[in-house]
């Protein structure tokens, strides 16, 4: 099976703190893979390092077989990687259409061009308002969105992230401080958004991970502990010493 | 249904300017307020121009000046090439020289300013401005000293029976380029480049993550802004047929920028109200009065104090209040305030023109208004203007508490209505 994406022996190190310890991970096309780990292992870095947020110390980063290491993020998101946030990263002043939009103008090969009117541009028009239906947003289209609430903001992230059809999709924390009901549609949607195509994901929420994943990485402490499926990786001991027995003691005293 | 329906609002708004485009000059007749149109034309062009770079693209530049100053040195050298006769076109072209010189500039400058946005844009636009502006001293040749270039506007064969001497057939050569450079720029907005500089400006992050080199955006949006730039440098230069070290100097630079703060940063039509109301304060009132940039200077800081979007936010908020029939409560409170600010600006410019005249080598000190004399030097003047001032502001106070009250109910009944 070919992979989506190839990290070799990534480092990373901000000044003389050490975050990732040589991290060799393969993605593999079209499946689901889960990155769990405790507070601090590292996750988000590892996304800003892959989809060039951040610039790796040592080491290489293929996507699709072909380098991307510390290429600028337009580079990477041309080459058909598209992330989203943990933090909502939306444009708040635009409607929800237009936040959408700029998701898939460029995609759409529209570039800088400064002689289409975008008003009429009907290809992305209706690819904006695929986007929406998906993501269940296309009733409040004309919204401004930072007057969303924070559980449609989330999913506008997601549908700004997937509005340019890149094959590789990182999502950070899509569940991230949301209820129950709220995480299980994220969960659907997810699962929906991305049929064909790679998924990265960074999940605190142990249920989702497992739930969706292909596979789960286990990072602690900057390094991979294991990579497996779902029952792999409940079954490994190793993993069970290090990080879910830590977690099941956490929920025990909360 | 039909996606874009033709939007009739936008017909009636760029027929009615074309309009007053038209029958303007003869609305207002006498040389004085041809000036004063012509010169309006030529600054909203660069009040747009700079607002593609502030409102729309979030860069701050003090230094928007080179492009149209530089565009207009081009032009008046062009334009004295035509006068001894080594080439010829048609003077209503010329301002494409100016603005293929300002698209030059941009391309030249903008490579770097650009690299950066924000506090480091501002600062190396500054400095770009002053370095421009020291050209102009070092490279007398081109740039003709501290005299400037002249030249004459009326040369070659008339074009079409226009020889663009009489200052009329100027102002009508400045407007329908000022209206063609209107259409074209709001027709920028509508681009992908147009709404991805808007994106630049609010997110620039996640623009970089959606595809697009923000560097790049910001590069292109600057090119496009000062060919309009360049354009408006032309039409000054065919205008007042001699350009100086004032045109690419730090104050145009700056006037620009609170002509275009004034009017309305956030909203495209924004510029255009403030070169109006800048134009009337450069051209009108500094007829008038010495202290007119001092005025200016006041009005700006209200403005960016109290209505940070501008005249233009001031005019579009008025219109849910009217749309819901309610601006009748308001009428009562506005007046109010009018006639109070009307006595802060007595008082006001009672003590500012004496101030000026105290402080005036030579100058008479006696002032007359509405035909009654008083003179500076002696203090009673200085008692009653003080006193009006300081009544104005007690009124003004109250008169906004009222504007205040009256609108916090009328926008609290707003939105019970808005809410399902």
Same mark, same amino acid.
């Given at each position: ?30 499946? *689901?893979?889960?990155? +769990? %780990?405790?507070?601090? !292992? =590292? ?5 800003? &390092? ?103 903001? *989330?999913?506008?992230? +997601? %549908?700004?992230?997937? !509005? =340019? ?5 990182? &999502? ?83 | ?420």
């Amino acid at each position: 099976m070919k992979n989506a994406i190839e990290l070799q022996e990534v480092h990373k190190s901000f000044g003389t703190t050490k975050i990732i310890h040589g991290v060799s991970l393969d993605i593999r096309d079209g499946e *689901r893979h889960a990155i +769990i %780990g405790p507070n601090g !292992a =590292g996750k988000s870095t590892l996304f800003n &390092l892959i989809s060039g947020r951040y610039e790796v110390s040592a080491g290489r980063i293929l996507l699709h077989g072909a380098a991307i290491t510390n290429l600028r993020p337009f580079e990477i998101n041309r080459k058909g990687l598209s992330r989203s946030f943990q933090v909502t990263n939306i444009f708040h002043n635009m409607t929800v259409f237009e936040n959408i939009r700029c998701g898939v103008l460029w995609s759409a090969g529209y570039r800088y061009s400064f002689w289409h009117r975008v008003g009429g541009l009907k290809d992305v028009r209706l690819r904006a308002e695929e986007v929406m239906q998906r993501i269940g947003l296309a009733k409040r289209r004309n919204v401004p969105a930072g007057t969303l609430t924070y559980a449609e903001q *989330r999913a506008l992230e +997601i %549908g700004v992230t997937i !509005a =340019g059809g890149a094959s590789v999709i990182l &999502l950070d924390e899509p569940t991230s401080g949301m209820s129950r009901t709220e995480t299980a549609q994220v969960v659907e949607l997810v699962r929906s958004i991305t049929q064909g195509k790679t998924l990265v994901m960074v999940e605190h929420d142990m249920g989702v991970g497992f739930n969706l994943a292909d596979r789960i990485s286990v990072l602690v402490y900057g390094e991979v502990l294991a990579t497996g499926t779902p029952e792999e990786i409940r079954g490994n001991p190793a993993v069970q010493e290090a990080y879910l027995g830590a977690l099941r003691k956490e929920t025990a005293h909360a | 249904m039909k996606y874009a329906p033709l939007n009739l609002g936008r017909w009636v708004l760029w027929s009615a300017a074309a309009l007053v485009f038209l029958v303007a000059p003869h609305l207002f007749s006498g040389g004085f307020a041809l000036t004063m149109l012509t010169q309006m034309g030529t600054l909203i062009l660069f009040a747009l121009s700079y607002n593609m770079l502030l409102g729309q693209g979030g860069m701050l530049s003090f230094g928007h000046a080179v492009y149209s100053g530089l565009g207009a040195y081009v032009t008046v050298h062009v334009l004295n090439l035509m006068g001894k006769g080594s080439f010829t076109m048609p003077l209503p072209l010329l301002p494409l020289v100016g603005g293929v010189a300002g698209l030059f500039f941009g391309v030249l400058f903008g490579y770097v300013t650009t690299k950066r946005a924000g506090t480091t844009f501002a600062l190396i636009s500054l400095g770009i401005g002053e370095m421009v502006f020291a050209c102009v001293r070092m490279f007398p040749g081109f740039f003709g000293g501290e005299a400037g270039v002249s030249t004459n506007r009326v040369v070659g064969q008339p074009f079409l029976g226009l020889t663009f001497g009489p200052a009329l057939q100027v102002y009508y050569l400045v407007a329908v380029w000022c209206f063609l450079g209107m259409a074209a720029m709001f027709a920028l907005t509508q681009t992908p480049l147009g709404r991805m500089a808007n994106a630049v400006r609010d997110n620039p992050e996640r623009a970089e993550f959606v595809g697009y080199n923000t560097q790049h955006v910001r590069f292109l949006q600057l090119v496009l802004s000062s060919f309009f730039a360049g354009v408006s440098g032309a039409l000054s230069c065919i205008n007042f047929e001699i350009v100086s070290e004032e045109n690419v100097s730090a104050i145009r630079s700056g006037g620009v920028l609170v002509a275009t703060f004034i009017g309305g940063v956030p909203f495209f039509f924004g510029p255009i109200l403030g070169a109006i109301v800048f134009a009337f304060f450069f051209v009108a009132l500094s007829g008038f009065t010495k202290a007119w940039l001092l005025y200016l200077g006041l009005f700006f800081v209200l403005m960016v104090v109290y209505a940070p979007g501008g005249i233009a936010s001031l005019i579009l908020m008025q219109f849910p209040v009217i749309r819901a029939g309610r601006w009748r409560e308001l009428l009562v409170p506005y007046a109010l305030a009018a006639l109070a600010g009307l006595v802060v600006l007595a008082g006001l410019i009672g003590l500012v023109e004496m101030m000026y005249r105290l402080s005036e080598q030579g100058a008479s000190t006696v002032l007359t208004v509405l035909g009654l004399s008083f003179d500076a030097r002696s203090a009673p003047p200085w008692f009653v203007m003080g006193a009006v001032l300081a009544a104005g502001l007690a009124a003004l106070r109250a008169a906004m508490r009222l504007v205040g009250e009256r609108w916090g109910t009328i926008q609290l009944d707003l939105q019970a209505k808005a809410a399902p």
